[in-house]
Antibody, heavy 121, light 106 residues
Framework: EVQLLESGGGLVQPGGSLRLSCAAS????????MSWVRQAPGKGLEWVST????????FYADSVKGRFTISRDNSKNTLYLQMNSLRAEDTAVYYC??????????????WGRGTLVTVSS | DIQMTQSPSTLSASVGDRVTITCRAS??????LAWYQQKPGKAPKLLIY???SLESGVPSRFSGSGSGTEFTLTISSLQPDDFATYYC????????FGQGTKVEIK
């Protein structure tokens, strides 16, 4: 079955760190760009970060640049998001998404169920 | 940065209605636009990519059109399963989502 499964969310204090993981299965993980998208409670979708299939190109939203790092381990079919210096406004459900091919960038054709990150003291 | 604006924010409709949602980009994005459906507590689901290409498995009552800066998502005959929030997304230059359109029961 083609699926993405996020883990690593939880409650963290402001200024703290957290690492999210996304385990992929059912497709050739190394052939696709992968992304993180978040959704604050009751709000819309916000793109966070994207990593190319080879891992050589990274992209970040201005809101997380310098604090978050996206990476992947193609041997483990896993995507990561290292989140440092967390703020209350980072509280959200974080989704992992697979890139669909075609175009200058990628649309997102498969999504995980999400993992909740809560930043609060 | 490219901004995406959807209208309306909320839409009240009945089963069987034809529904149209509009998405406008702050600059031309050619046809690099996707539409997603999201139900409460669930992950988004891809419906349309490249403005008008229907994702595999998505019912044919969903269709997309447009190019440049103006795009539409149309549901030809609204079904009970279609009550949800819909988002447009540009992928011409990085990625930006619209604010969402909630389709609710009239």
């Amino acid at each position: 079955e083609v699926q993405l499964l996020e883990s690593g969310g939880g409650l963290v204090q402001p200024g703290g760190s957290l690492r999210l993981s996304c385990a992929a299965s059912g497709f050739t993980f190394s052939s696709y760009a992968m992304s993180w998208v978040r959704q604050a409670p009751g709000k819309g979708l916000e793109w966070v970060s994207t990593l190319s299939d080879s891992g050589t190109s990274t992209f970040y939203a201005d809101s997380v640049k310098g604090r978050f790092t996206i990476s992947r381990d193609n041997s483990k079919n896993t995507l990561y998001l290292q989140m440092n210096s967390l703020r209350a406004e980072d509280t959200a459900v974080y989704y992992c998404a697979k890139g669909g091919k075609g175009g200058p960038y990628w649309y997102f054709d498969l999504w995980g169920r999400g993992t909740l990150v809560t930043v609060s003291s | 940065d490219i901004q995406m604006t959807q209208s309306p924010s909320t839409l009240s409709a009945s089963v069987g209605d034809r529904v149209t949602i509009t998405c406008r980009a702050s600059q031309s994005i050619s046809r690099w636009l996707a539409w997603y459906q999201q139900k409460p507590g669930k992950a988004p689901k891809l419906l349309i990519y490249k403005a008008s290409s229907l994702e595999s498995g998505v019912p044919s009552r969903f269709s997309g059109s447009g190019s440049g800066t103006e795009f539409t998502l149309t549901i030809s005959s609204l079904q009970p399963d279609d009550f949800a929030t819909y988002y447009c997304q540009q992928y011409n230059s990085y990625w930006t989502f619209g604010q969402g359109t909630k389709v609710e029961i009239k």
